[in-house]
């Protein structure tokens, strides 16, 4: 039987990325009293000894979304605002500012950034073109956002999230093969990952392989089962630990969606 095809432009795929889904919610997290004295504390060393890497570290230490007691990425983008005045060309301070903007939803602003970082430090800090990816992918330049993720997988090849994040915007950009072949080699390494696996059966199906698109989209539904607050935070760096639990909510219920479309395109072409 022939196989219905869906385009992906067309559909409604859900697509679990790794900081293309959840980077948006609101911040919203009530600063404690204990993490308001501590920001005092430490803008009152700023004052006494004014120091860019006294700033940024302060401020990487607010937009650690691993830990929640020193989460706040308002007080992490005034202490990075002060530390690239004290220092501009302290290595990372661009690339931070841009992770903070793009958390926000301020793309503009990211690219911005971004750009600076790179034109800065480009062999420094590689990982700046994945982050620059992530924004380009979210203003919808898919074709530059490729190629940044390009850039990034050639220093760093098995890194699951890069390649996740590679195949949504290969999807976005009409290229569900390569997004395919993408997936299915970052699988050899990391066959239980649920993110992967979803990505994976989203691909599989738009190029009309639906049997194979099920096992895979079955196979992240039974092991979406198994994240946990730890591996979400870590898989979504700087995101505020707050809405963790929601986080893994929304990413089941992603996985289980896509599963029914799956299963529902499959029952539909065996009848035809």
Same mark, same amino acid.
Do not use: Q, T
């Given at each position: 039987?022939?196989?219905?095809? /869906?385009? +992906?432009k067309n559909s409604h795929w859900i697509f679990s990325g790794?900081?293309?889904v959840f980077v948006l919610f609101i911040i919203m997290t009530q600063t404690s009293a204990a993490l308001s004295a501590q920001v005092?504390?430490?803008k009152i060393m700023m004052k006494i000894f004014p120091s860019g890497e006294r700033a940024f570290e302060y401020?990487?230490?607010h937009l650690d979304g691993q830990d929640p007691s020193q989460y706040?990425?308002?007080?992490?983008?005034?202490?990075f605002k002060q530390a690239v005045k004290l220092d501009?060309? /302290?290595? +990372?301070?661009h690339h931070q500012l841009a992770r903070i903007a793009f958390l926000k939803g301020d793309f503009v602003t990211a690219l911005f950034q971004i750009n600076l970082q790179i034109q800065r430090h480009a062999e420094e800090t590689p990982n700046s073109y994945y982050v620059r990816g992530l924004i380009e992918g979210y203003m919808g330049d898919y074709g530059a956002a490729a190629k940044d993720y390009e850039e990034f997988l050639k220093v760093d090849p098995y890194n699951w999230a890069a390649v996740n994040d590679?195949?949504?915007?290969?999807?976005k950009d009409n290229r569900p093969q390569e997004a395919a072949d993408a997936t299915e080699e970052a699988l050899v390494f990391f066959p239980e990952n649920p993110w992967l696996l979803n990505s994976s059966a989203i691909a599989l199906y738009e190029i009309g392989a639906i049997e194979k698109a099920l096992e895979r989209v079955q196979k992240a539904w039974a092991h979406v089962q198994n994240v946990q607050e730890k591996e979400w935070l870590h898989?979504?760096?700087?995101?505020?630990?707050a809405i963790a639990d929601q986080g893994i909510a929304t990413f089941r219920t992603a996985v289980e969606e896509n599963m029914h479309r799956i299963e529902l395109a499959l029952a539909s072409s065996t009848v035809q």
């Open positions: 039987m022939k196989k219905k095809k /869906l385009s +992906y790794i900081a293309v005092v504390g430490e401020g990487d230490r706040d990425v308002e007080e992490a983008e005034n202490f501009p060309e /302290l290595l +990372y301070v590679y195949a949504w915007v290969l999807l898989s979504y760096p700087g995101n505020d630990p």
